[in-house]
Nanobody, 120 residues
């Protein structure tokens, strides 16, 4: 059974940085495709960063491009989201999600979320 566990959220002032971690265990396939999503109260969930081990390749939402970086630990299935130059509008619950396999279109496995709060 695949488990996804996020950590690293917290409170920070605008302009600061945080690094979120996503540990994926029980993954049956050699590759891994994981995304970070976020959802603020009253807003739609937004996919902000995506990592595919085939390549590897990444992509980002325009709202975070140039400020956030998604990466993977070489030795384990831990995906990081380095968040720099944080803004109050980045405040949200952040979720990590993994696909069953990279050729699937949907994200089957979700973590419980970690809260990020950015104060001005």
């Amino acid at each position: 059974q695949v488990q996804v566990v996020e950590s690293g959220g917290g409170s920070v002032q605008a302009g600061g940085s945080l690094r979120l971690s996503c540990s994926v265990s029980g993954y049956a396939y050699p590759g891994i495709c994981v995304a970070w999503f976020r959802q603020a109260p009253g807003k739609a969930r937004e996919r902000i960063a995506y990592f595919s081990s085939g390549g590897p390749s990444t992509d980002y939402a325009d709202s975070v491009k140039g400020r956030f970086t998604i990466s993977k630990d070489h030795s384990k299935n831990t995906i990081y989201l380095q968040m720099n130059s944080l803004k109050p509008e980045d405040s949200a619950m952040y979720y990590c999600a993994a696909k069953v396999a990279c050729f699937y279109s949907d994200f089957r496995y979700w973590g419980q979320g970690t809260q990020v709060t950015v104060s001005s």
